[in-house]
């Protein structure tokens, strides 16, 4: 009816009404500045998670270049802040992730299966731990014993089929080797993440030096670290969505 239509007063004075509301309602909504993410990255509790991420990748590090044989080279690190896509966060929950991802790389002798079984003595890493192990297959993929299982059999499966190239998995960390007779792994060279904010690590000479050790020594290591676990660890630290929250 006619009689219950506000008038042009009432309308107007609904809408400017409205108006503070709406503005609130989008301040929420709108993703905080990235000067301030970054901030909260910088606070006390993100310093000591920093640290703390830092001892972990450099105690892999020292691990692997304390092995009979195997000569420590060159680091590259790269600190960065990213904002997770849906594979590190299906839920949504986080603003920003922390990660640290390092590659360093190591010079040792051509035996490989020498070099695995001492590398397996010292302790380095659980290779193959928590991995999924096809209970057909007698070795957990990532495995030391499935690497060399690999060099026992020539590179074949039971079968008589042609295996690919082992590598050694842990937790967060991946090591390759120069495979004999095969292509080399690349020497480092800078890399560039779709990052935020970086803080990247790297040596010029770095090519050149393993290029020189690999012809000293007849082979080279590459060890990788990701930075991140999945979405049940994305990072060393998160910053959660929402106003007035912390980063965990």
Same mark, same amino acid.
């Given at each position: 009816?006619?009689?219950?239509?506000?008038?042009?007063?009432?309308?107007?004075?609904?809408?400017? !009404?409205?108006?503070?509301?709406?503005?609130?309602?989008?301040?929420?909504?709108?993703?905080?500045? #990235? *000067?301030?993410?970054?901030? *909260?990255?910088?606070?006390?509790?993100?310093?000591?998670?920093?640290?703390?991420?830092?001892?972990?990748?450099?105690?892999?590090?020292?691990?692997?270049?304390?092995?009979?044989?195997?000569?420590?080279?060159?680091?590259?690190?790269?600190?960065?802040? =990213?904002? &997770?896509?849906?594979?590190?966060?299906?839920?949504?929950? =986080?603003?920003?992730?922390?990660? =640290?991802?390092?590659?360093?790389?190591?010079?040792?002798?051509?035996?490989?299966?020498? =070099?695995?079984?001492?590398?397996?003595?010292?302790?380095?890493? $659980?290779?193959?731990?928590? !991995?999924?192990?096809?209970?057909?297959?007698?070795?957990?993929?990532?495995?030391?014993?499935?690497?060399?299982?690999?060099?026992?059999?020539?590179?074949?499966?039971? $079968?008589?089929?042609?295996? $690919?190239?082992?590598? !050694?998995?842990?937790?967060?960390?991946?090591?390759?080797?120069?495979?004999?007779?095969?292509?080399?792994? &690349?020497?480092?060279?800078?890399?560039?993440?779709?990052?935020?904010?970086?803080?990247?690590?790297?040596?010029?000479?770095?090519?050149?030096?393993?290029?020189?050790?690999?012809?000293?020594?007849?082979?080279?290591?590459?060890?990788?670290?990701?930075?991140?676990?999945?979405?049940?660890?994305?990072? #060393?630290?998160?910053?959660?969505?929402?106003?007035?929250?912390?980063?965990?």
């Amino acid at each position: 009816m006619a009689g219950d239509r506000p008038s042009a007063t009432e309308f107007l004075l609904g809408t400017l !009404l409205a108006v503070p509301g709406r503005i609130a309602d989008a301040t929420v909504r709108r993703p905080p500045p #990235y *000067r301030r993410l970054l901030a *909260r990255t910088r606070t006390p509790e993100a310093q000591a998670a920093r640290a703390a991420e830092h001892a972990v990748v450099g105690g892999l590090i020292e691990r692997l270049g304390a092995v009979d044989g195997v000569t420590h080279l060159v680091t590259q690190v790269d600190d960065r802040r =990213l904002a &997770p896509g849906l594979g590190l966060d299906p839920a949504r929950r =986080l603003e920003l992730v922390c990660q =640290l991802a390092a590659t360093a790389y190591f010079a040792a002798g051509p035996d490989v299966p020498e =070099l695995l079984r001492r590398i397996e003595a010292v302790g380095v890493a $659980d290779w193959g731990g928590g !991995l999924f192990h096809d209970p057909r297959k007698p070795h957990p993929p990532g495995s030391v014993a499935d690497a060399l299982a690999y060099y026992r059999h020539g590179g074949r499966h039971p $079968d008589g089929s042609p295996r $690919d190239s082992p590598r !050694l998995y842990a937790s967060g960390a991946t090591l390759l080797w120069d495979e004999p007779g095969g292509r080399p792994l &690349p020497e480092p060279t800078p890399t560039m993440f779709n990052s935020t904010f970086s803080q990247y690590a790297d040596d010029p000479g770095a090519a050149a030096l393993v290029a020189a050790a690999r012809a000293e020594h007849g082979l080279i290591l590459r060890l990788s670290t990701s930075g991140a676990g999945g979405p049940q660890r994305p990072g #060393y630290f998160t910053v959660p969505r929402g106003r007035r929250r912390r980063g965990r």
